[in-house]
């Protein structure tokens, strides 16, 4: 019975789950074709609906920001690219898409120039997932341990000394590559960064509207979240100023 009743369930959740992934690729399928029609705001309802039923892919938040792009809401195509390319980071379509809503923006903000270090890591962590990062640590490591055995117990000098070397680079390689893996995890998973959805943003000084304003950005614009009081973010541009915006006005990208 109890065999039964379990088989019965299994049955079930798969029926459901089946259910569900058709009624997705429905929407999916009819939005698309909204899209070609330059239907826009249908094919927008359709793709935010995917959305909803908590549906996450990086083709969905591209179709979604096409979707506001094309429908000149600038701020939101933004922030679906942002999305987008979180979970894609090395897509060129992607990329190229943001770029072009970006040249849309009222403000031009010059990121702070950064170590030719810190920006090659940057980079290049972005070839590859983290997982796929991570893989690699670990191949690497255990040829580097293989190599390292192979010194310990091979009896010819160059043989062993030829060992030790190859041990010693793979080393520093897997050490690279734990590099690129947690920069590209921390980049995944990173809560602090934020689109400007508010159409004029006065930047204060200080939380609450007796805050000196510093300066006035537009929506569009990218940020980092320092830290919350309240109603209020501090929050930094990519040129290195800070200051404090009201939190509606602005929504995070995760």
């Not at 170590?115 to 893989?135: E, M, N, P, V």
């Not at 080393?171 to 590559?177: A, S």
């Not at 590209?184 to 930047?203: G, M, N, Y």
């Not at 300066?215 to 100023?241: P, Q, S, Y």
Request: aromatic share 12%; charged share 20%; net charge neutral.
């Amino acid at each position: 019975m109890k065999r039964f009743l379990l088989l019965f369930v299994l049955c079930f959740t798969a029926s459901l789950t089946a259910g569900a992934k058709e009624v997705t690729d429905s929407l999916w399928n009819e939005a698309n074709t909204h899209y070609s029609n330059a239907q826009y705001q249908e094919a927008l309802d359709k793709y935010l609906s995917i959305e909803e039923s908590g549906k996450e892919s990086p083709a969905l938040y591209y179709n979604i920001g096409n979707t506001y792009f094309q429908m000149r809401y600038i701020a939101y195509a933004i922030l679906y690219y942002e999305k987008a390319l979180r979970l894609e980071p090395n897509n060129p379509d992607i990329i190229y898409n943001l770029e072009v809503a970006r040249e849309q923006c009222i403000d031009r903000i010059e990121p702070v120039p950064v170590f030719f270090l810190a920006d090659w890591i940057r980079k290049s962590h972005q070839l590859l997932s983290s997982d796929i990062w991570t893989a690699i640590s670990i191949i690497l490591l255990v040829s580097a341990l293989v190599f390292f055995m192979i010194f310990l117990f091979a009896r010819g000098v160059r043989f062993r000394k030829a060992s030790f070397i190859l041990s010693v680079v793979i080393l520093l390689f897997t050490l690279l590559t734990v590099a690129l893996a947690w920069q590209s995890r921390k980049e995944a998973t990173r809560e602090d960064l934020a689109i400007v959805l508010s159409a004029v943003s006065s930047v204060r000084s200080s939380p609450g509207t007796q805050g000196k304003d510093l300066l006035v950005i537009h929506e569009g614009t990218r940020l980092r979240v320092l830290e919350k009081m309240g109603d209020w973010a501090r929050i930094e541009l990519e040129d290195g100023r800070q200051g404090w915006v009201a939190l509606n006005e602005i929504v995070f990208v995760y």
